[in-house]
């Protein structure tokens, strides 16, 4: 799913920090936490001597010293106004994203995107939860109020659900799916497809302390649930009273 850039935005830093698990930095500056853009710290690497800014979560600080949590690049992308981007990850108010024309990646700010789509991201972020809908036994549409776990713009969304749960069961035999939520008279639905995902490192990165008492328990202690993606294919929009597909 792409979205608009809004405004023209230069990068002019040609040396952006990168980081990899385990480096450490010397940690600087930390951006207004009352600003648009909070929790972003001005580090220097120790590795490379580059500066930049660096997601809060990303360190692990200890006085002056950060150690990276993970790979991390400050690189930004040039843009220009009417530029179509694909968001794939969203820290702190900015966007790594996906040029498609030119396959180039970095960082866009928030400030910088527009149009519809990157509305309904804006959207989806004020909502807790959102209509998933499966495909029953008769083959009606199932429809189930779920607390979004984890978004990645409108691309791909994450639930978690009992193991037991017969939305388990309806996703194992079809696939099919649609998300819809609304804010404001606003509203946006989606279509594309669910699969179980089995893999441990995604399971612990969504998992949100508090969702515990919500699912039964294995012999170990361990919740018996089940983490839900849906890859968007498809979406619509109603917005400032007219109807548009993305």
Wanted: proline residues 4%; hydrophobic residues 35%.
């Amino acid at each position: 799913m792409t979205v608009t850039v809004f405004s023209d935005y230069a990068n002019d830093d040609p040396n952006p920090i990168e980081l990899q698990v385990g480096d450490t930095v010397q940690v600087g500056e930390e951006s207004n936490p009352n600003g648009p853009y909070p929790n972003w710290i001005f580090c220097t690497s120790d590795r490379t001597g580059y500066q930049g800014w660096v997601a809060k979560h990303v360190l692990a600080v200890e006085g002056s010293v950060g150690k990276a949590l993970d790979d991390y690049t400050s690189k930004e992308m040039t843009v220009a106004a009417g530029d179509e981007v694909q968001p794939l990850r969203e820290l702190n108010g900015w966007y790594w994203c996906l040029r498609p024309k030119d396959g180039e990646t970095g960082w866009v700010a928030k400030d910088n995107l527009g149009g519809k789509a990157y509305r309904a991201v804006q959207l989806l972020e004020k909502c807790d939860s959102v209509q998933l809908a499966a495909i029953n036994w008769q083959g009606y549409p199932r429809v189930c109020e779920m607390e979004r776990v984890k978004s990645v713009g409108l691309s791909e969304l994450f639930f978690t659900t009992p193991a037991v749960s017969a939305k388990v069961a309806y996703y194992m035999k079809n696939k099919k799916a649609g998300v819809s939520y609304c804010f404001g008279g606003d509203s946006v639905s989606l279509v594309g497809s669910v699969e179980i995902v089995r893999d441990m490192e995604t399971k612990k990165e969504v998992w949100q302390n508090g969702h515990e008492h919500r699912f039964a328990t294995n012999n170990d202690g361990t919740p018996k649930y089940c983490l839900l993606k849906f890859t968007t294919a498809g979406a619509s929009v109603f917005m400032d009273g007219k109807k548009e597909t993305l």
